[in-house]
T-cell receptor, first 114, second 112 residues
């Protein structure tokens, strides 16, 4: 079974500061991991994905995440926050052998302070 | 390719009425998923199709909910005898094999 835990339901950063959103996963098999972003009343947009290739994954809008097996983590970072980054962020995990379901965390709401 | 399309975007219905939502996935994707999302929560899995076969259903999918994907292309999700607790955003996603899922804009259901 797979699950993810997102620590911190709300994160606030100043514009230009480092963004760090935490995600820890639980999986009985080597997982695929994803970060999605959601703006109000919109669907989810894929930011980046880990599918067992490079452990440091770069995504859109300057975001990146590092897969750390020893820590069962897949934290999302961005060196410098922009006002447009304010949104809800979801971490998700799937079983690469079946791909029959994506398990989502409860989300982290990012606020960017001007 | 215009991505995953969902219709309608918004639906307001009276308690007890039936509603049906449609999802058109990305054309070459053989997998289609339905999720439900309530305010402040992550998406919760409802059901999954591979081509026209419904391979998995969540316990969240009560007998009032039914989903179909008759020709392995578009899918419909029907809720019968709607209840206020059904108010949520219903998200459809598609994928190709075990790759990432691409989501539609969602259908927001309000039951009054």
């Amino acid at each position: 079974a797979q699950s993810v835990t997102q620590l911190g339901s709300h994160v606030s950063v100043s514009e230009g500061a480092l963004v760090l959103l935490r995600c820890n996963y639980s999986s009985s098999v080597p997982p695929y991991l994803f970060w999605y972003v959601q703006y109000p009343n919109q669907g989810l947009q894929l930011l980046l994905k880990y599918t067992s290739a490079a452990t440091l994954v770069k995504g859109i809008n300057g975001f990146e995440a590092e897969f750390k097996k020893s820590e069962t983590s897949f934290h999302l970072t961005k060196p410098s926050a922009h006002m447009s980054d304010a949104a809800e962020y979801f971490c998700a995990v799937s079983d690469p052998n079946t791909g029959n379901q994506f398990y989502f965390g409860t989300g982290t709401s990012l606020t960017v302070i001007p | 390719d215009t991505g995953v399309s969902q219709d309608p975007r918004h639906k307001i219905t009276k308690r007890g009425q039936n509603v049906t939502f449609r999802c058109d996935p990305i054309s070459e994707h053989n997998r289609l998923y339905w999720y439900r999302q309530t305010l402040g929560q992550g998406p919760e899995f409802l059901t999954y199709f591979q081509n026209e076969a419904q391979l998995e259903k969540s316990r969240l999918l009560s007998d009032r909910f039914s989903a179909e994907r008759p020709k392995g292309s578009f899918s419909t999700l029907e809720i019968q005898r709607t209840e206020q607790g059904d108010s949520a955003m219903y998200l459809c996603a598609s994928s190709q094999q075990n790759t990432e899922a691409f989501f539609g804009q969602g259908t927001r259901l309000t039951v009054v």
